[in-house]
């Protein structure tokens, strides 16, 4: 099945089991988020990559400098292992892992959440590649990633026992918008998928498609 499928059925479930009041709440703020969010500030392709330095779930921190040494790097911002849509992404995403490193890549996942919360999720998940913690959300803002959840949001979140500030370590209620880069050993962008809508990811074959034409 692929990645929208799966995605897919996860909405329409939500959409049978969510009063409409509180679903069209959910669509209205995601609109606004829409609205407001400035996709000409975030990171494209052609652009240089901003760097990092970040902890992994086994405490080491690493670098993007580092690894771009060794290769090209496929990295994707989400927000959380409390996200269904996001831990159906890294799944997919685990599947190609062996493709992405046959063409010379490595796989790095982002998250604001703790690092308690990125090993829960790399558990959870069985994922074997590179799962950081950017607390504060400091690296997704250097990509022109972050937003702000409208207060609606907040209580929503809080009701169903996913309140950012416990999972994040932070009181500011952001979280990155969903983006993938392909980032080549120079520091250049060679793809980038970015959407407000967090129902949205791109395919696997997309995310290898572009890693392979960085190859050229």
């Not at 652009?47 to 040494?69: C, E, S, T, V």
């Not at 604001?112 to 090993?119: R, Y």
Request: net charge negative; hydrophobic share 45%.
């Amino acid at each position: 099945m692929k990645l929208e499928e799966q995605l897919a059925a996860v909405r329409a479930d939500f959409a049978r089991n969510t009063p409409a009041d509180r679903a069209a709440v959910y669509e209205a703020k995601l609109d606004e988020i829409r609205a407001s969010f400035v996709s000409e500030r975030a990171v494209g392709v052609g652009h240089k990559a901003p760097g990092f330095d970040l902890p992994g779930i086994d405490g080491r921190r690493l670098m993007l400098d580092d690894i771009l040494r060794q290769g090209s790097v496929v990295l994707t911002f989400y927000r959380g292992g409390w996200c269904p849509y996001c831990n159906i992404q890294l799944r997919a995403y685990q599947a190609i892992l062996p493709q992405i490193t046959a063409l010379g890549g490595r796989l790095v996942a982002v998250s604001p959440q703790l690092p308690d919360g990125s090993l829960s999720t790399a558990e959870k998940n069985s994922l074997t590649f590179d799962v950081l913690s950017d607390v504060g959300n400091e690296v997704a803002r250097r990509y022109g990633l972050v937003f702000t959840l409208p207060a609606e949001l907040r209580d929503a979140m809080r009701a169903s026992n996913k309140a950012l500030p416990a999972i994040n370590g932070d009181d500011s209620w952001e979280l990155p918008v969903l983006a993938t880069f392909v980032v080549v050993r120079d520091g250049r962008v060679a793809f980038a998928s970015l959407d407000i809508d967090h129902r949205a990811r791109p395919e696997p074959e997309a995310v290898l498609e572009g890693l392979r034409a960085a190859q050229l």
